[in-house]
């Protein structure tokens, strides 16, 4: 974000007023669409945060702008991935991918704890390492099929790499050599009608969330696996779940109680 913003670097505080601050948004907006707008967005409501606190600013411009919604027609962004998607996808995968989604998908981790996770978070049994963006420490044991594919992990040209996720060469992937192979397979197996449009790879963390949920996890069973402080992003699992199980029982109370009669029989 910080070299995106780079070009404002000469403009004077006193020009960064709401009107201001809303058309860098835009212009984010036009260039990169609505997340990466609303991530600036973010930015600059925390610099001018930092710059208020210290009367460099009168006030923090930024914290009145909107950020951007979702079109109500705009398909849900990271949704969970179906059993049959998730099964295609760690069939066709291989190497370093296949254990970076491996982690996604059965830890819960976002993808950049992902890259960056150290080989000392497995212990042969368990996972333990900080969550990058909250700093939360997650301890789970290994799920059974992650083992699997965490001890089989061979060593690329007898070099020992100092993360779990490397590339052929032994080496730590970018952020942007990762997510590139990820899409890249991603787009094959959709061409294959293998996997539906939509899928990302934080949409592993809601398959996980909507997993437990779905198997009548608590908000606070979710919040250990997926590392949240707070219990308000682990209930909108349980709430999800629980809107589904009262819908069926809803409908089953529609149902009438005795057999409807034929119209056509003449015996009623």
């Not at 780079?6 to 505080?13: C, G, S």
């Not at 990302?200 to 963390?205: E, N, Q, V």
Request: hydrophobic share 45%; glycine share 8%; charged share 25%.
């Amino acid at each position: 974000m910080f070299d995106y913003l780079k070009p404002l670097k000469d403009d004077v505080l006193i020009s960064v007023t709401s009107a201001y601050v809303i058309e860098v948004r835009d212009a984010a907006f036009a260039k990169h669409k609505r997340h990466f707008a609303n991530y600036v967005l973010s930015v600059l409501r925390l610099l001018l945060k930092w710059a208020a606190v210290r009367d460099l600013v009168e006030s923090n411009q930024a914290a009145s702008v909107p950020k951007l919604r979702r079109p109500h027609s705009a398909p849900k962004a990271n949704r969970a991935w179906d059993q049959d998607e998730c099964d295609a996808v760690l069939d066709a995968a291989t190497g370093g991918l296949k254990i970076g989604i491996a982690l996604g998908m059965f830890a819960g981790m976002r993808e950049g704890d992902v890259i960056k996770a150290q080989r000392s978070i497995y212990d042969g049994s368990w996972l333990r390492w900080s969550q990058e963006k909250t700093g939360a420490v997650v301890e789970l044991p290994a799920h059974p099929v992650l083992k699997a594919i965490l001890d089989e992990k061979p060593e690329a040209d007898g070099v020992t790499a100092v993360t779990l996720v490397v590339n052929s060469r032994g080496l730590p992937y970018t952020g942007n050599g990762f997510r590139t192979l990820f899409f890249r397979l991603l787009r094959a197996l959709e061409g294959a009608g293998k996997v539906r449009p939509g899928l990302t790879f934080h949409g592993l963390r809601h398959t996980a969330g909507r997993a437990l949920a779905d198997r009548g996890a608590d908000p606070r069973t979710i919040a250990v696996l997926l590392g949240h402080k707070t219990l308000q992003m682990a209930a909108h699992y349980s709430d999800e779940a629980d809107r589904k199980k009262r819908a069926v029982a809803a409908v089953a109370k529609l149902r009438p109680r005795t057999k409807v009669s034929n119209p056509r029989d003449k015996s009623v």
